[in-house]
């Protein structure tokens, strides 16, 4: 998480807010190419309690044909979506981008075999190494005054890298073997997952869309760039924990009470990285973006503040969904995404209707999540036979010591600004205070992270032990 933040806040200050809002307007598919490329299928991989080399075959098959379909459609569509801008310099950009999909395909089936058997330190260096080569091919692109293609090139190259790596971790390989009984049974499952991913992921790229054509480039690049430093980074701090949990929730798929008691505690855990990281940078916000990505990028203050309350809702809400596939309840999935994706979409379209603004999408847009989490946190609960209450209290401690830190944050603020105190000096200061005042306050109101990280760093000692 903190690697892909660096980067995007490195190809901030080498790129312009036009630059950035181009991209954006390709990379609004980026959250859907990784569910299209095995259809949710990965997911029935993953919660079916004995698998056959019929469906792991029929799956990776599917996946392939799906992929390459819509990586040719994505071509073809790749003249009307630049009209659809009016921006040419889309057409080529999308063209290259298209390939995710068939990349992406090529690797799901393999992702979800790796994370079925639990073979999760394949799946970290996967990420690592992706990013890290994604974020070099990036860097030098903009270097060289590429513009828009620094993104897109760190991409696809990410893209092509995870599959790589899924590859030679993954000791399976496909036969030419299919099965249509296989994809109706894991199909089954599949369908109500697939749809729910699809219209959830799909929100943002449709918000996006929306943005890029009636509010242009500048006001796209400024949002995209709040997704991507403070929105995407803090939504997958619950990405590894929800890749652990969703194997080991399918194994207790019988066993409700004993899900909502790690589930509770993992959002325990998402809730004191995110809680006070989002709201301190909340109220640093002027001087992050000052010392951090540039004056260039001042119009994105206020986005990048009303976005950090819409990554702590949405970093909670992630594991919902491996609670609610572990216990099959998909129906409810599916009906909930339909209900949050329409109360979305029609906020964030009337917002630019009014002409609000980028600001005003992004209040609107928080007004929505701030309705739906506690509706999708309740159904979640009582498919483990937990409550709206129980999930509450368990997150209270961490709550009272975050909102402690950011009082304390805002009023030192104010204090040194009223002082003369340069930024760079008032943002160290600020960050090293909220820092030691979450300690003390989370040892007061949340004792029970205290045990946690104990046994984080037991893990940890153990898995360097097993390292050979």
């Not at 190809?11 to 095995?38: C, E, K, N, Q």
Request: aromatic share 10%.
């Amino acid at each position: 998480m903190a690697s892909k933040t660096v980067v995007a806040i490195i190809l901030a200050r080498l790129l312009a807010p036009h630059d950035y809002g181009v991209a954006g307007m390709v990379i609004v598919f980026t959250t859907i190419a990784p569910i299209f490329s095995d259809l949710a299928l990965g997911a029935a991989l993953i919660h079916r309690e004995t698998l056959t080399e019929a469906d792991r075959s029929t799956v990776f098959w599917t996946s392939v044909a799906t992929g390459a379909l819509l990586t040719t459609a994505c071509v073809l569509l790749s003249g009307p979506l630049a009209a659809f801008y009016n921006t040419p310099e889309v057409q080529p950009l999308f063209i290259v981008f298209s390939s995710i999909f068939v990349l992406g395909s090529l690797g799901a089936t393999q992702f979800a075999l790796l994370t079925r058997e639990m073979d999760f330190r394949g799946l970290e260096t996967r990420v690592i190494a992706s990013t890290i080569l994604g974020a070099a091919v990036g860097i030098a692109i903009a270097v060289v005054g590429g513009g828009a293609w620094a993104i897109i090139g760190q991409q696809v190259t990410v893209a092509f890298v995870s599959t790589v790596l899924l590859w030679t971790f993954c000791k399976w390989k496909p036969r030419f073997t299919f099965s249509r009984r296989s994809l109706r049974e894991l199909g089954g499952y599949s369908g109500n997952v697939f749809g729910s991913h699809v219209i959830v992921q799909i929100g943002p790229s449709v918000n996006n869309l929306l943005i890029g054509k009636w509010a242009g480039a500048a006001a796209l690049g400024s949002y995209t760039l709040a997704q991507n430093v403070i929105l995407m980074p803090f939504y997958r701090i619950a990405a590894p924990i929800e890749t652990v949990l969703f194997p080991a929730f399918s194994r207790l798929q019988r066993e409700p009470e004993r899900i909502a008691a790690v589930w509770l505690r993992a959002n325990r855990v998402v809730a004191a990285i995110t809680f006070p990281s989002l709201l301190g940078l909340a109220a640093v916000a002027p001087d992050f973006v000052h010392v951090i990505l540039g004056d260039k990028w001042n119009g994105a203050t206020v986005v990048i503040q009303i976005l950090c309350w819409v990554g702590m809702l949405q970093a909670l809400q992630r594991l919902n969904f491996s609670v609610l596939q572990a216990r099959n309840h998909t129906r409810e999935l599916l009906w909930f995404s339909v209900f949050s994706f329409s109360a979305g979409v029609a906020a964030v379209g009337a917002a630019l209707w009014f002409g609000s603004g980028v600001d005003g999408v992004a209040l609107a847009f928080a007004a929505v999540s701030t309705v739906t989490l506690p509706l999708f946190t309740h159904v979640t609960a009582r498919a483990v036979n937990s409550s709206l209450r129980a999930c509450a209290a368990n997150l209270a401690g961490v709550a009272q010591a975050s909102a402690g830190m950011a009082l304390a944050i805002v009023g030192v603020r104010y204090l040194l600004v009223e002082a003369g105190m340069r930024p760079v000096f008032r943002l160290v200061l600020c960050v090293l205070l909220g820092a030691a005042v979450f300690t003390l306050l989370a040892a007061w109101r949340a004792p029970q992270l205290r045990g946690e990280v104990r046994a984080a760093r037991a893990r940890l000692r153990d898995r360097q032990r097993s390292t050979p």
